[in-house]
Protein backbone atom coordinates (compact mmCIF):
# COMPACT_ATOMS: atom_id res chain seq x y z
CA UNK A 1 0.00 0.00 0.00
CA UNK A 2 1.29 3.17 -1.20
CA UNK A 3 1.71 5.64 1.83
CA UNK A 4 3.50 9.31 1.81
CA UNK A 5 4.04 10.95 5.36
CA UNK A 6 5.02 14.82 5.49
CA UNK A 7 7.21 16.45 8.40
CA UNK A 8 9.17 19.43 9.28
CA UNK A 9 6.18 21.88 9.21
CA UNK A 10 5.99 24.48 11.68
CA UNK A 11 6.03 28.51 13.01
CA UNK A 12 9.09 30.37 11.29
CA UNK A 13 9.65 34.00 10.91
CA UNK A 14 9.35 35.72 7.60
CA UNK A 15 12.50 35.78 6.03
CA UNK A 16 13.49 32.63 7.51
CA UNK A 17 13.88 29.17 6.05
CA UNK A 18 12.28 25.83 6.68
CA UNK A 19 12.72 22.32 5.11
CA UNK A 20 9.99 19.62 5.01
CA UNK A 21 10.25 16.29 4.35
CA UNK A 22 8.19 13.43 2.64
CA UNK A 23 8.85 9.74 3.57
CA UNK A 24 7.85 7.31 0.92
CA UNK A 25 6.62 3.65 0.95
CA UNK A 26 5.38 0.54 -0.40
CA UNK A 27 6.17 2.49 -3.93
CA UNK A 28 9.53 3.96 -5.07
CA UNK A 29 9.29 7.11 -5.60
CA UNK A 30 12.26 7.71 -8.23
CA UNK A 31 9.53 5.42 -10.25
CA UNK A 32 7.30 8.57 -10.55
CA UNK A 33 7.23 12.30 -11.18
CA UNK A 34 6.82 14.27 -7.64
CA UNK A 35 5.29 17.84 -6.10
CA UNK A 36 4.75 19.67 -3.47
CA UNK A 37 1.69 21.60 -3.54
CA UNK A 38 0.36 24.02 -0.95
CA UNK A 39 -3.24 24.94 0.23
CA UNK A 40 -4.15 28.59 2.19
CA UNK A 41 -7.00 28.66 3.98
CA UNK A 42 -9.98 30.16 1.85
CA UNK A 43 -7.74 29.23 -1.11
CA UNK A 44 -7.34 26.79 -3.46
CA UNK A 45 -4.63 24.02 -3.95
CA UNK A 46 -1.71 25.09 -6.19
CA UNK A 47 1.52 23.54 -7.37
CA UNK A 48 4.25 24.49 -5.81
CA UNK A 49 7.31 22.51 -7.27
CA UNK A 50 6.88 19.26 -9.40
CA UNK A 51 9.64 17.47 -11.45
CA UNK A 52 8.94 14.83 -13.56
CA UNK A 53 10.49 10.93 -12.71
CA UNK A 54 13.39 11.27 -15.47
CA UNK A 55 14.11 14.88 -14.15
CA UNK A 56 13.66 16.62 -17.35
CA UNK A 57 10.47 18.54 -16.81
CA UNK A 58 10.45 20.80 -13.56
CA UNK A 59 7.82 23.12 -13.00
CA UNK A 60 8.00 25.81 -10.16
CA UNK A 61 5.12 28.43 -9.07
CA UNK A 62 5.52 32.00 -10.49
CA UNK A 63 5.77 32.77 -6.24
CA UNK A 64 8.09 30.43 -5.02
CA UNK A 65 10.90 30.30 -8.09
CA UNK A 66 14.10 31.06 -6.32
CA UNK A 67 13.20 30.46 -3.19
CA UNK A 68 11.92 27.40 -2.93
CA UNK A 69 13.25 23.57 -4.03
CA UNK A 70 12.88 19.95 -4.37
CA UNK A 71 15.39 17.50 -3.69
CA UNK A 72 14.97 13.57 -3.87
CA UNK A 73 17.52 11.00 -2.04
CA UNK A 74 16.74 7.45 -3.84
CA UNK A 75 18.28 5.94 -0.98
CA UNK A 76 16.19 6.88 1.60
CA UNK A 77 12.75 6.86 -0.86
CA UNK A 78 12.30 10.23 0.50
CA UNK A 79 11.70 13.66 -1.34
CA UNK A 80 11.90 17.15 0.41
CA UNK A 81 11.11 20.43 -0.21
CA UNK A 82 13.92 23.74 0.88
CA UNK A 83 11.92 26.45 1.42
CA UNK A 84 13.71 29.98 2.45
CA UNK A 85 13.05 33.95 2.65
CA UNK A 86 9.74 32.75 3.74
CA UNK A 87 6.84 35.26 3.50
CA UNK A 88 3.41 35.19 5.11
CA UNK A 89 1.90 34.26 1.46
CA UNK A 90 3.56 31.21 2.05
CA UNK A 91 1.57 30.13 4.90
CA UNK A 92 -0.52 26.71 4.05
CA UNK A 93 -0.66 23.50 4.72
CA UNK A 94 2.17 21.42 2.17
CA UNK A 95 1.49 18.38 0.52
CA UNK A 96 3.52 15.86 -0.86
CA UNK A 97 2.07 14.45 -3.91
CA UNK A 98 2.80 11.60 -7.10
CA UNK A 99 1.62 10.03 -10.14
CA UNK A 100 2.40 10.26 -13.83
CA UNK A 101 4.37 13.75 -15.26
CA UNK A 102 0.39 14.50 -16.02
CA UNK A 103 -1.47 14.39 -13.77
CA UNK A 104 1.09 15.79 -11.28
CA UNK A 105 1.63 19.17 -13.42
CA UNK A 106 -2.41 19.09 -13.34
CA UNK A 107 -2.41 18.81 -9.59
CA UNK A 108 -4.71 15.92 -9.81
CA UNK A 109 -1.95 13.38 -8.71
CA UNK A 110 -3.52 10.09 -7.09
CA UNK A 111 -1.15 9.73 -4.16
CA UNK A 112 -1.37 12.67 -1.57
CA UNK A 113 0.51 12.99 1.80
CA UNK A 114 -1.68 14.01 4.81
CA UNK A 115 0.16 17.59 4.83
CA UNK A 116 1.91 19.52 7.22
CA UNK A 117 1.10 23.33 8.03
CA UNK A 118 3.78 25.88 7.71
CA UNK A 119 3.27 29.05 9.11
CA UNK A 120 5.05 33.02 8.58
CA UNK A 121 4.98 34.69 11.11
CA UNK A 122 6.55 37.25 12.88
Known amino acids: QEQMVESGGGLVQPGGSLRLSCAGSGFRFDDYSIGWFRQAPGKTREAVVC????????YYGDAVKDRFSIWVDAAKNSLGLHMKDLKADDTAVYYC???????????????WGQGTQVTVSS
Open 51 to 58: ISSDDRLA
Open 97 to 111: ATDDWRKVVAGNPNY
